[in-house]
């Protein structure tokens, strides 16, 4: 699996946008960027994922560069309940196998 | 509420025991993975079964034991417990062997005393 980067830790105010950026440098062609968050303590939330294209669900947004080394999770309007850890992987689809989690980044959306 | 229930939520034991977590999938999903997660290690991956087979193995300790039954629901056994093996274990499931949109439990939080 391509090695990610996250920040450790971001803030947002409620109400606006929160933006968590992820560094995927050394992804392959067939590897999809795969987003979850954990609240915590509680079990892993898938998000969203896509490989090239920029997609959208009812929880976020997900823009990913067209040399695909980099994306962003996008919150549209953050809420308190979204505080939690935001894990960026990076896998090929049905390849098999487990989810490695990294670090993530820790999320604190404030009053 | 992702479909994946694990029993017991909770559960303290002294050392040198053994437990055993359970883990019911979602209806439908074939494949179970099971995860320790402690505070100084995150998430740890330690085995996936796949419609009964073992399909992948992680960092998992020779004391711990995981199985699938013919109702695709799993069991991970943890034995001669230590002081180290307090964690939060949690199951996933997902449709196919290899899914990476896997759904979690809420899993069961491990005291060894």
């Known amino acids: 699996d391509a090695k990610t980067t996250q920040p450790t830790s971001m803030d947002c105010a409620e109400g606006r946008a929160a933006n968590l950026p992820c560094n995927h440098s050394t992804i392959s062609g067939n590897e999809y960027v795969y987003w979850y968050r954990q609240i915590h303590s509680q079990g892993p939330q898938y998000i969203i994922h896509g490989l090239k294209n920029n997609e959208t669900n009812e929880m976020a947004s997900l823009i990913i560069t067209e040399d695909r080394k980099s994306s962003t999770l996008i919150l549209p309007h953050a809420t308190l309940r979204d505080t939690a850890v935001y894990y960026c992987i990076v896998r090929i689809y049905n390849a098999g196998n487990m989810l490695t989690f990294g670090g993530g980044t820790r999320l604190m959306v404030k009053p | 509420d992702s479909g994946v229930t694990q029993t017991p939520k909770h559960l303290i034991t002294a050392t040198g025991q053994r437990v055993t ?5 979602r209806s439908g999903d074939l494949s179970v993975y099971w995860y320790q997660q402690s505070l100084d290690q995150g998430l740890q991956f330690l085995i996936q079964y796949y419609n009964g087979e073992e399909r992948a193995k992680g960092n998992i300790l020779e004391r711990f034991s995981a ?8 069991e991970l056994n943890l034995s001669s417990l230590e002081l180290g093996d307090s964690a939060l274990y949690f ?18 939080r491990l005291t060894v005393v």
């Not at chain 2, 977590?21 to 999938?25: A, G, H, K, N």
């Not at chain 2, 199985?67 to 799993?74: G, K, M, N, T």
């Not at chain 2, 199951?91 to 069961?108: I, W």
């Open chain 2, 21 to 25: 977590l359970r883990c019911s999938p």
């Open chain 2, 67 to 74: 199985q699938q039954f013919p109702d695709l629901h799993s």
């Open chain 2, 91 to 108: 199951c996933a499931s997902s449709v196919g062997a290899g899914n990476t949109e896997a759904f979690f439990g809420q899993g069961t």
